[in-house]
């Protein structure tokens, strides 16, 4: 059940954002008076699972679920239709339109995904508003991971500035650790003071290859007593209320730690230093087989913090929200293609896609992932490949700055090299889920 959820909510995504990135180029060429022969959601090879004819245009749904496309008369396209291009060029058709818009047909596909996730954004903005928790809130610190401590933190580190930026949300930490082609400077409150620290370049791709930053950091909970269950607690002194600061004259801060310690003192006393009010002790508890003291520990909640927006609000706040997600996923492509990174291993198809889904049904969630997908779809469409939009925007640039526009022979030969890029992505990307999910 898990699976299906995720396989339908994967598949919404991907109907929703090809079907609004296809009817750019649809509304564009129709705006143009080019005629559109197709508008199909999914390739169609062979046979469609549904189509219907309406103003000359056929809408169908094909069975291979790897994107969607429209056929534009007198463009060499995917559908490689190279006999249309030997007839006399027709008024209707794109090859007969000006350089200027038949490049805005080729980016308009582009252009609605954005739109479309700025729309998203904007809309969750504004209904649910943004969560986070605050850098501000984490009074105790951090405690962190192995990999993250092999960086340099210590528990109970607090962190001010990465490479002299303010660090406001915590779940941001990780992400501006990895978006980088340069060593960190990082910036921690340490026992009080300031400290300063540069993690290498080269440590950071070990850190984000080993996949150190999950679970990177956990907000530290103080030792803080909620009631004394225990008779020899009592009579040892602990009270509702105490902190427990110290234990055989060792400093720590992490519940975590104590628990860890006291497991090591069973069935022993141990010398606890507790803070209640303004005052100090220092009591002597017994610890007992289990390793526990018998007292129960007040829960430290940190406040997930909300911020709202009016609807006139939310709009600038989804433009932004976009602009953000946009820059730092153009960062992570320009970390992929850089071999010293390897993160081409990082490369994911369908089936990487669809597990960032969540196994139960979350609106806020699925718009959010969807609103992203959109956005990577937009990218990925704008590289300068033959095949993608970008390929064939960036031949009708050429012509636009140069007067000279490729021959219909040397456009033909350009489609099948993108395609053959494009099927060798896929087969690798789509490889490497299998490989890491099925194998690894």
Known sequence: MDILIKVIQLFLCFTLLVGIHELGHFLMARVFGIRVEKFYIFFDPWFSLFKFKRGGTEYGVGWLPLGGYVKIAGMIDESLDTEQMKQPVRPDEFRAKPAWQRFLVMIAGIVMNILLAVAIYCGICYTWGEKYFANEDAVYGYTFNTAAQGLGFENGDKIISIDGEPIDDVNAIAMTLLLTESDRTVVVERDGREERFTIPFEQLVDFRRSKGYEEMLMLRTPFRIDSVASPAALDAGLRAGDEVVALNGERHIEFAEYVGLLADHKSSDVQLTVVRGDSTAVLTVPVNADGKIGVTVARH????????????????????????????????????????????????????????????????????????????????????????????????????????????????????????????????????????????
């Open 301 to 440: 909640d940190y406040r997930l913090r909300t911020k709202e927006y009016t609807f006139w609000q939310s709009i600038p706040a989804g433009i932004r929200r976009t602009g953000s997600v946009i820059a730092n996923y153009w960062e992570q492509l320009k970390l992929i293609v850089q071999p010293k990174t390897q993160m081409y291993e990082e490369l994911g198809g369908f089936i990487a896609i669809g597990s960032i889904f969540p196994s139960a049904w979350n609106w806020q969630d699925f718009w959010s992932k969807c609103a992203f997908i959109s956005i990577i779809l937009a990218i990925m469409n704008i590289l300068p490949i033959p095949g993608l939009d970008g390929g064939h925007a960036i031949f009708t640039l050429w012509e636009m700055i140069t007067g000279r526009k490729p021959s219909d022979r040397f456009l033909e030969a350009a489609q099948y090299v993108g395609l053959a890029i494009i099927l060798v992505l896929l087969v690798y990307a789509n490889g490497n889920d299998i490989y890491r999910f099925f194998i690894k």
